[in-house]
């Protein structure tokens, strides 16, 4: 009865050393992540180009590990980088703070802050943790105007932007 | 002495022990290959091709590595443990008929270091029970609780399973007639002793997975209970030496077992191209190998008491049987 069991025992590791190995061979093979994974941060842009932040710091104050900084600045006519009021000037995200938690992404009112599916965040120096503006901001879509962009005075009155994309 | 045989000599033990280190790195690979396919994992594939220059990336590694001596250790045993531990891991072949004789230059050469010598066996058991020194002394001047609890373990065990050994080794002694290990193979060119000696193949097969330490008998270590039993406050390349010795030994006990029960270097066209002996030899180590790691992949750990019962009430008596009645069939044979 033993010496079944023995056997059984020795049978099953001898079948599995002709199964397919179900190791994925990470960097040449990347596994997809879940659409709701979250990641490296993006900052979000309008299809004209416009940026969805509003620099209103409401991340910042919702971050649980205090990994953000915000600095916000007044929207021009002639210099516009967002629809509302006022941009971020400064956005900074350490990534040696951040939890991932995506409460940034909750508290944002125009959705600009978006959890993304970045994994692949290390660095070699403590410098290179604090990932800045244009590192997080996403690149300017096909038709849209770089940021700042020069606008007809009063296009844009609203110190909150509607959340659809402005015409 | 001539001065040719002493080079001849010189040579032979030059490339034994050479063969048993590159052996040793890569049996590590071999073995991190066949467990990894086991667990239906790929293994070391990123250092060179296939892998296969890990062993040289692991030996790199442990080189640079701080040598660490526990400030209340024992210096000199604790120094002194590892080589003592290596040593008779490395001398261990030089009694095994590795091939044939073969003639270069009209010169014959036997392959084998010195394989005719009339108490080879009896070598093999002397030489084993001299790495439990090693493992001993590591253990006690460690002066770690863990490293001396599996320094004690595995005394115990080594003994223990050493009786077992030992009588089994007598099978094959009856049977040829020598302690010598040329003898021994030369007397199997016909018929291997595994067919003469089943019960004491099977009993070796175990005990010399609990003579080299070896899951499931790898008590001494068990990582869960004693972190890594002796060797717990070693590191760089004194860790490396327990290591190489464990590895040597796994080798040198399937090129033992290959010698004693599977025909040495015995296999079809040996008598004629002489230089086949060793190649079959080394597969028969392999296959030995294979069934090592293929246990550890399968069976779990022994608890301490079950394999110490296990020892002296199954193996030992069984070992004793074997002798008796190989003696028996020896005698009415004749």
């Known amino acids: 009865m033993f010496l079944v069991e023995l056997a059984r025992g020795f049978w099953t590791t001898f079948r599995s ?38 620099g209103c710091s409401l991340c910042a104050a919702a971050c649980p590990a205090d990994a953000i900084f915000v600095e916000g600045a007044e ?60 590192l997080l901001l996403v690149p300017v879509p096909p038709g849209g105007q770089p940021t700042p962009m020069r606008v007809a005075p009063g296009a844009f009155n609203q110190s909150i932007p509607l959340m659809k994309d402005p015409e | 002495m001539s001065p040719s045989l002493l080079v001849e000599w010189t040579i032979k033990s030059v490339v034994i022990v050479l063969m048993m280190l590159a052996g040793f790195a890569y049996l590590t690979l071999f073995e991190r290959r066949v467990l990894a396919r086991m667990q239906v994992r790929i293994g070391p594939n990123r250092a060179g091709p296939w892998g296969l220059l890990q062993p040289v990336a692991d030996g790199i590694k442990l080189i640079f590595k701080e040598e660490l001596i526990p400030a209340q250790a024992d ?31 009209g010169r014959q050469i036997s392959l084998g270091l010195a394989d005719d010598v009339n108490v080879g066996v009896l070598y093999l058991s002397a030489v084993t029970s001299i790495a439990i020194y ?50 021994i193979v030369l ?10 000696q089943p019960i004491g193949f099977v009993v070796w097969l175990i005990a010399s997975l609990a003579e080299v330490n070896r899951a499931p008998f790898d008590m001494p270590e068990a990582e869960q209970e004693l972190t890594a039993g002796y060797h717990v406050e070693y590191s760089g390349m004194k860790f490396a030496l327990f290591f190489m010795a464990e590895y040597v030994k796994m080798i040198a006990v399937s090129v033992i077992g290959a010698t004693l029960f599977l025909g040495g270097y015995w296999g079809p066209f040996v008598e004629r191209y002489p230089l086949l002996g060793p190649v079959y030899l080394f597969a028969k180590t392999v296959a030995l190998i294979f069934l090592q790691l293929w246990a550890r992949a399968t069976l779990p750990r022994f608890r301490y008491d079950r394999l110490m019962a296990f020892g002296w009430k199954i193996l030992l008596p069984l070992s004793l049987l074997n002798v008796v009645a190989t003696a028996v069939l020896v005698v009415v044979g004749r």
């Open chain 2, 134 to 183: 090693g493992i001993v002394l590591a253990g006690w001047s460690s002066n770690n609780k863990y490293a001396l609890l599996g320094g004690i373990r595995s005394s115990a065990q080594m003994v223990s399973y050493e009786l077992a050994l030992g009588l089994v080794f007598v099978g094959p002694i009856l049977l040829a007639g020598s302690m010598s290990l040329r003898h």
């Open chain 2, 187 to 196: 007397d199997q060119e016909h018929l291997w002793y595994v067919v003469l």
């Open chain 1, 75 to 134: 929207n021009t006519d002639e210099a516009r980088y967002s629809p509302g009021e006022r941009y971020a000037s400064t956005y900074e995200i350490n990534m040696l703070r951040c939890i991932f938690c995506g409460y940034c992404e909750d508290a944002c009112p125009t959705e600009a802050i978006v959890l993304g599916h970045n994994y692949e965040l290390s660095f070699t120096d403590r410098r290179q943790s604090v990932y800045t503006k244009d």
């Open chain 2, 75 to 105: 210096r000199l045993l604790f120094v002194l443990a590892p080589i003592v531990t290596v040593i008779p891991a490395l001398i261990l072949l030089a009694v095994i008929p590795i091939g044939p004789s073969i003639t270069i230059g």
């Open chain 1, 17 to 54: 050393m002709f199964e397919r190995p179900v190791t994925i061979s990470y960097p040449e093979v990347k596994r997809p992540v879940r659409e709701r994974f979250r990641g490296r941060h993006e900052l979000k842009r309008y299809g004209n180009g416009l940026e969805k932040c509003i």
